[in-house]
């Protein structure tokens, strides 16, 4: 696992900087993945696993992926658990959410590494993967995560929080989820067709590439504007683009970032699933100072 050699911590939020921070250590399973808690290069493209895992982009092109492992889907995993302060919300109404990240012992994780310029980054979306949001909340001295958040119609909604925890020392990669609810008349929205180009903000966004559970494959995202021409995309926390991949029935949650980058205007990520099934992927882009996000559905056989 020489792969790893190399790869230091991330900087901490506590201003511990990665030069005095002992190195990562390669621990070697064969399986192309980082040990949980291991923070990459992130200039290399690489996959957050659904089990709090990063996997190293191409390095692991045509290899076996994590396959079956999944998160996303569980309050409280290695240790960490998930507190959020309220649950329920009011359609349409600005609210706080708040929760914490309670530690082993209870209380509530207070140092975070920074990954993609963020200590944590939150999804939100309703359980029928409508409604996406990337949200970045912000964190009180006694670890309390803060951000205010509408959403805007009925139905139940899943909170996913994606962080890397330093417990110890020791930094824990993992993500979390928990329900939210609003109450009301819930109209659940069928997955849209799963089409290749799509429409946003003005913007033609199209992928290509076969999404596989067998192998981690290449799939590369082109964005033009109005004009036809392709759109001269600007890095957007530390990468050309992110993509959240969410699976349809669970809402299990990948999160892969591209290579550093783009080839022939094309934001390329290398990808793999952990099953068969209908998926909503979802692709962050910036332009001119304003980020987009673009969604397709996909189906993998
Ligand atoms: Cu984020």
Do not use: C
């Not at 923070?39 to 996997?55: K, L």
């Amino acid at each position: 696992m020489v792969l790893f050699a190399g790869y230091g911590l991330g900087r901490l939020n506590n201003g511990t900087a990665s030069a005095s921070a002992p190195p990562a250590t390669a621990t070697g399973n064969g399986s192309g993945s980082a040990m949980p808690g291991m923070v990459m290069d992130e200039s290399q493209p690489h996959q957050h696993n659904t089990d709090g895992t990063v996997t190293q982009g191409s390095t692991a092109a045509g290899t076996t992926p994590m396959g079956a492992a999944v998160g996303g889907l569980s309050l409280s995993s290695g240790g960490l658990t998930l507190v959020p302060t309220t649950t329920s919300f009011t359609a349409g109404k600005p609210q706080r959410l708040s929760f914490r990240i309670a530690g082993p012992g209870g209380a509530p994780v207070t140092t975070y590494a920074i990954v993609h310029e963020k200590l944590l980054h939150l999804i939100v979306i309703r359980r029928d993967l409508s409604g996406f949001q990337h949200l970045h909340p912000s964190m009180a001295a006694d670890g309390t995560w803060g951000i205010d958040l509408t959403l805007p119609s009925p139905g139940i909604y899943r909170m996913i929080a994606d962080f890397t925890a330093v417990v110890g020392g020791v930094p824990i990669a993992t993500t979390l989820g928990s329900d939210l609810t609003v109450a009301g008349n819930y109209a659940p929205t069928a997955l849209p067709a799963p089409v290749r180009a799509v429409a946003t903000d003005g913007f033609a966004v199209g992928y290509e590439g076969e999404p596989s559970t067998k192998s981690t494959q290449p799939i590369l995202m082109s964005v033009a504007g109005p004009d036809h021409q392709a759109a001269v995309l600007e890095p957007y926390l530390g990468a050309y683009g992110h993509l959240v991949v969410l699976r349809a029935g669970d809402l299990a949650y990948v999160h892969v970032h591209p290579e550093a980058q783009p080839i022939d205007g094309k934001v390329k990520f290398w990808l793999s699933v952990p099953s068969s099934g209908s998926y909503r992927m979802f692709f962050d882009f910036q332009v001119a100072g304003q980020v987009h996000t673009a969604a397709w559905t996909v189906e993998v056989s």
